[in-house]
């Protein structure tokens, strides 16, 4: 591939599509106005859960994060 190629490759990706730093800022942009609007995909983001129907009852720990462990109560010896 020659200068002139690579050149017209470049002009063709600035002029028509989205990268780098203008998708990230898009893309959370795009969130921030669900969350405004308040609508449900809005929710799932502002609480961390999974947005797109996935079970939460088991897995989804990558949106939630890591496991937090609950302990059990003591009993009472006599």
Request: net charge positive.
């Amino acid at each position: 591939m020659n200068d002139q190629q690579e050149a017209a490759i470049r002009k063709v990706i600035e002029e028509e599509k989205t990268v780098e730093g203008d998708l990230r800022s898009e893309t959370n942009l795009n969130i921030k106005r669900l969350m405004d609007i308040g609508c449900y995909r809005g929710l799932r983001h502002r609480r961390g859960l999974p947005v797109r129907g996935q079970r939460t009852k088991t897995n989804a720990r990558t949106r939630k994060g890591g496991k937090k462990t609950v302990a059990n109560k003591k009993k009472v010896t006599k």
